[in-house]
């Protein structure tokens, strides 16, 4: 036997097996890591799908809660007055949908010369089928005017035959003196329950610069006052939310 030659076989053969070795290490790494990235990108189209399926469900939503836009003017109407002000005052339940937020935010706006938004509901009956929760509300005017806003004032309408005001928003420093201005006046005021008290981000009053508003949820008793005869009550209302706006 030649045992040169059998140890050159050996020889080769052991590289053989070594570069065999590390070829399958290889193709097992490159298979690992390609698992891996099919892993990731399956789990970014999983939250895709999910952030699209949200999306589709938040559209849809507001698509039913809109299915009134084919007649406006006639079921509805917007009204808006942009001014060079950083203060905008909207009323998206205004008109027949909670009566009295519309004429007090129009008369906010209009003593101050403040931004002002209005959707109001025009129909016979059912007016509140134009109820867009806050959160969902999205028309693009609307949305445009609170977004370049500084400072931004929501106005609603809320159950109680007695006269009292919720104060409620993310903006908790103008929030708190609205409070103590509309206390001063003679006015209760009262703080918002959970479900009035408009600190979700995506509640249209918060969509502003500083992503903080305040809502301002006002009874029906104080509302029905708002629309007397008597505009004594509406005229201290505006002038006690004024006094907190604009000594800042």
């Given at each position: 036997?030649?045992?040169?030659?059998?140890?050159?076989?050996?020889?080769?053969?052991?590289?053989?097996?070594?570069?065999?070795?590390?070829?399958?290490?290889?193709?097992?790494?490159?298979?690992?890591?390609?698992?891996?990235?099919?892993?990731?990108?399956?789990?970014?189209?999983?939250?895709?799908?999910?952030?699209?399926?949200?999306?589709?469900?938040?559209?849809?939503?507001?698509?039913r809660?809109?299915?009134?836009?084919?007649?406006?003017?006639?079921?509805?109407?917007?009204?808006?007055?942009?001014?060079?002000?950083?203060?905008?005052?909207?009323?998206?339940?205004?008109?027949?949908?909670?009566?009295?937020?519309?004429?007090?935010?129009?008369?906010?706006?209009?003593?101050?010369?403040?931004?002002?938004?209005?959707?109001?509901?025009?129909?016979?009956?059912?007016?509140?089928?134009?109820?867009?929760?806050?959160?969902?509300?999205?028309?693009?005017?609307?949305?445009?005017?609170?977004s370049?806003?500084?400072?931004?004032?929501?106005?609603?309408?809320?159950?109680?035959?007695?006269?009292?005001?919720?104060i409620?928003?993310?903006?908790?420093?103008?929030?708190?003196?609205?409070?103590?201005?509309?206390?001063?006046?003679?006015?209760?005021?009262?703080?918002?329950?959970?479900?009035?008290?408009?600190?979700?981000?995506?509640?249209?009053v918060?969509?502003?610069?500083?992503?903080?508003?305040?809502?301002?949820?006002?009874?029906?008793?104080?509302r029905?006052?708002?629309l007397?005869?008597?505009?004594?009550?509406?005229?201290?209302?505006?002038?006690?939310?004024?006094?907190?706006?604009?000594?800042?």
């Amino acid at each position: 036997m030649n045992i040169k030659k059998h140890i050159k076989a050996i020889n080769v053969f052991a590289l053989l097996l070594i570069l065999l070795l590390g070829y399958l290490g290889y193709v097992k790494y490159e298979s690992a890591e390609l698992e891996d990235k099919n892993k990731a990108l399956e789990k970014q189209l999983e939250i895709a799908n999910e952030k699209i399926k949200t999306q589709k469900n938040e559209l849809n939503e507001l698509k039913r809660l809109l299915d009134f836009q084919t007649n406006v003017d006639v079921d509805y109407e917007i009204e808006a007055n942009v001014t060079d002000s950083n203060v905008a005052v909207v009323a998206i339940h205004g008109g027949k949908i909670e009566k009295g937020t519309t004429e007090l935010a129009y008369a906010l706006a209009s003593h101050n010369n403040y931004n002002y938004y209005s959707f109001q509901g025009l129909k016979s009956t059912d007016n509140f089928s134009l109820h867009v929760p806050s959160d969902k509300f999205a028309e693009a005017a609307a949305m445009q005017m609170v977004s370049e806003s500084k400072i931004t004032l929501s106005i609603h309408g809320c159950d109680g035959e007695k006269e009292f005001t919720y104060i409620g928003g993310r903006d908790t420093k103008l929030a708190n003196r609205i409070k103590k201005s509309l206390t001063k006046y003679g006015f209760t005021v009262q703080d918002a329950p959970k479900n009035l008290a408009g600190m979700s981000p995506d509640n249209i009053v918060n969509k502003n610069i500083d992503g903080q508003g305040v809502q301002i949820e006002i009874s029906k008793g104080l509302r029905e006052k708002f629309l007397s005869a008597n505009k004594h009550t509406l005229n201290n209302y505006v002038l006690a939310i004024s006094e907190a706006v604009n000594n800042n």
